[in-house]
């Protein structure tokens, strides 16, 4: 099989850590990761990956302008974003959903443990 190319964009520096290295241990998925919108922006566009995790609230762009700048660019319009937050309102789930996210998990009520299972799913990795 194939390996999945996830990229991972969060600004908690011990959450980018730990999360980078449990979807790392999956053989078939690589992890790019960046710190701030603006450089997981870049990646994202540069790498084209299989799926983006996408925190909200970071450094220099947040998520819903790099959700935004990722859905209107031609080679990466169809990449599937998840967005990872700690804001739990509807508002900010339903405003990540317009702009295009397959999903929106609450990083509070979620262990490092089930957002690998759910990457694993969405990428049909077993």
């Known amino acids: ?49 299989d799926l983006v995790l996408l925190d909200i609230i970071m450094p220099k762009k947040n998520g819903f302008e790099v959700l935004e700048a990722v859905k209107k660019n031609s ?21 990540a959903k317009k702009l295009g996210a397959e999903n929106y998990y609450v990083k509070v009520d979620m262990e ?3 957002i690998v299972e759910k990457v694993k799913k969405f990428l049909g990795i077993s």
């Open 1 to 49: 099989m194939a390996t999945k190319k996830v990229v991972l964009v969060e600004d908690d520096s011990m959450l980018l850590k730990y999360l980078s290295a449990a979807l790392s241990a999956e053989k078939d998925i690589q992890v790019l990761t960046a710190s701030d919108g603006e450089a997981g922006e870049k990646l994202i566009l540069q790498e084209v990956p």
């Open 75 to 95: 080679p990466t319009k169809d990449v599937p974003v998840i967005m990872l937050s700690n804001l739990g309102q509807q508002g900010d789930i339903d405003q």
């Open 112 to 114: 490092v443990s089930d």
